[in-house]
């Protein structure tokens, strides 16, 4: 009989309080635990198990080995049970396709040539890159602290260099070099998240993402250095959607230097992206300003490297993300001192429109590369302008046009069925059809329009039920399994229970006017 496995190594994973433990990187960890055609069908199973059983032992502390060997002892033997039960139905997995590096195509990745041909079928390194940006999508929600009974509610639970470590994603090759808040003072109240407690980190601001900027290694293996934005959204609860209050505002209204004033947003994503509250440490700078100023210093800091701009965000966080990567163009962000172009490309998930025609025009004549991925049983990316959006024919456009619901969505999609999936149940919660885990499952297992799903990565399934209840019933994957050991309790040296402090939160680095002074965005000194 086979172990539950994967709830095994998954209870590696919990957190210690606030000091995260260092613990083997995602992959390594959650590494599928199946071998073919197993608890898991669709897997790509070909020969892994040799390989999982040396990343695993290689990472694991002296101290775990011996109960890991257990695991690993149980591993092979379903293994055999499988050789020898095997049979021809799954023949047809991923052939392996030569390999192609990504330093050398990464500009068609990024949205060059705006996918053509990269989608259908679906390009193995495109496929891989979307994962890996969609990682840096999920690491928003993991770090964000939800617990309206913490003081830090609101905030992000990690410092910022101990980031993608604390969330066991080193191997992203990352560093953060800033966070990023917004004031939670505007009209979208079931978005942010504030303690019970009002004496708290800060009674107004909400963390809302961060910049990250690829390493030495990583820019090496990438073909140039990454600039990497990732801003949260929602996780399951959609209440949000219904504040969105269908209304378009013109983005030159908030100092965007947009040409066409008929280019509008819904008012409250632009209002999330440029209010500011003077009042508030955190958020003294809007989320805008912060933003383009980070990356600034960061083309600053690499002046004579191949750079690329990637912003990611799942839902809410998506529309941040076009807005922004928008943003940077206007801005004339993605010209380096000597003339040199940019490119900036967005990695939207399950994200909502952002604005109208005119805005899906700009954004994309100024040449910014968003590609959209969905699954098409979400609702969300259906708002806002469920009933007036880009599907109605044009004559009525024109009839409408006057109309302040005029909703577009921008760029190339790339839409996905969670009924592909064998791995997840019928279910009608539309939380689990706009779940960023889900979704990310879905790009691993997707091929091409009318394929079979097959997984291609070591992308372990049990990940979809990290927050939420969408696989089925027979894996044994508990929903909701991600969680912080004890709530983020602790024991003080009296042998109490209690909250840990945590060190003193960065708030805005000391050059933030010096660069909106070089961006144009504040003239006084
Ligand atoms: C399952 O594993 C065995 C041994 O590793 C291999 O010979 C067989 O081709 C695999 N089946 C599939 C469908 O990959
Ligand atoms: C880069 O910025 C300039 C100036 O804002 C803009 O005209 C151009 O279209 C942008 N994008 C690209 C890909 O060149
Ligand atoms: C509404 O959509 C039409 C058709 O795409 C477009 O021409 C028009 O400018 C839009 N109206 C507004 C107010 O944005
Ligand atoms: C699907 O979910 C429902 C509700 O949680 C559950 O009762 C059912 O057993 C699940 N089915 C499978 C195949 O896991």
Request: aromatic share 10%.
């Amino acid at each position: 009989m086979a172990l539950p496995l994967s709830n095994l190594v998954l209870s590696l994973l919990t957190f210690n309080g606030y000091s995260c433990r260092m613990f083997p990187s995602r992959t390594a960890a959650l590494a599928p635990i199946s071998g073919n055609k197993s608890r898991f069908p669709g897997l790509d199973p070909a020969g892994e198990l040799a390989t999982r059983k040396m990343v695993i032992a290689g990472v694991l502390s002296k101290s775990n080995q011996d109960s890991m060997s257990s695991i690993l002892t149980e591993l092979e033997r379903e293994n055999v049970q499988q050789e020898e039960e095997d049979d021809a139905d799954d023949s047809d997995t991923t052939a392996k396709q030569p390999k192609k590096r990504i330093a050398d195509c990464w500009r068609e990745i990024q949205g060059q040539d705006d996918w053509a041909g990269l989608l259908d079928p679906m390009d193995p390194l495109l496929r891989s890159e979307l994962i890996r940006y969609g990682d840096m999508a999920q690491a928003c929600y993991d770090a964000f602290d939800f617990d309206s009974f913490s003081k830090y509610c609101g905030s992000c639970r990690f410092t910022r260099r101990k980031f993608f470590d604390c969330l066991g994603l080193t191997s992203l090759g990352y560093d953060v070099s800033r966070y990023l808040y917004s004031t939670a003072n505007i009209n979208l109240p079931n978005f942010f998240k504030k303690s019970r407690w009002p004496k708290v980190w800060s009674r107004n601001a909400n963390w809302m993402g961060y910049v990250a900027v690829s390493n030495d290694d990583t820019s090496a293996r990438l073909g140039r250095r990454d600039i990497a934005v990732a801003w949260r959204g929602t996780v399951t609860r959609l209440e949000w959607v219904a504040d969105l209050m269908d209304f378009l505002r013109p983005v030159s209204a908030d100092k965007i230097p947009c040409p066409d004033p008929n280019a509008k947003v819904e008012s409250g994503f632009l209002d999330l992206y440029t209010d500011k509250d003077d009042k508030c440490r955190f958020c003294k700078f809007s989320a805008r300003e912060q933003v383009l100023t980070e990356i600034k210093r960061s083309i600053q800091q690499y002046p004579n490297e191949e750079l690329s701009i990637t912003v990611t965000g799942h839902s809410l966080g998506s529309a941040l993300a076009i807005l922004s990567a928008y943003d940077i163009e206007e801005t004339g962000l993605n010209v380096t001192a000597d003339g040199r172009i940019i490119p900036v490309t967005v990695f939207s998930f399950s994200g909502p429109r952002v604005g109208n025609v005119r805005f899906k025009e700009r954004v994309e004549g100024l040449g910014v590369k968003v590609l959209r991925v969905f699954n098409v049983h979400d609702s969300v990316p259906k708002v806002p302008g469920i009933v007036f959006n880009e599907h109605v024919p044009e004559m009525v456009q024109k009839m409408l046009e006057w109309l302040p619901w005029n909703y577009s969505h921008v760029g190339v999609e790339l839409c996905l069925d969670h009924k592909k999936s064998p791995f997840l149940n019928d279910t009608s919660d539309p939380g689990c059809f706009h779940n960023l885990e889900a979704l990310l499952h879905l790009i691993d297992g997707y091929h091409g329009k009318g394929q079979r799903f097959v997984l291609s990565s070591r992308r372990d399934p049990a990940l979809v039920n990290k927050a939420s209840d969408f696989l089925k019933d027979h894996y044994l994957v508990p929903p909701y399994w991600r969680q912080h050991e004890n709530k983020g309790m602790v024991r003080n040296q009296e042998g109490r229970w209690v909250q840990p402090e945590r060190p003193k939160l960065e708030e805005h680095p000391p050059d933030i006017h010096l660069l909106l002074l070089q961006l144009g965005l504040t003239s006084d000194i």
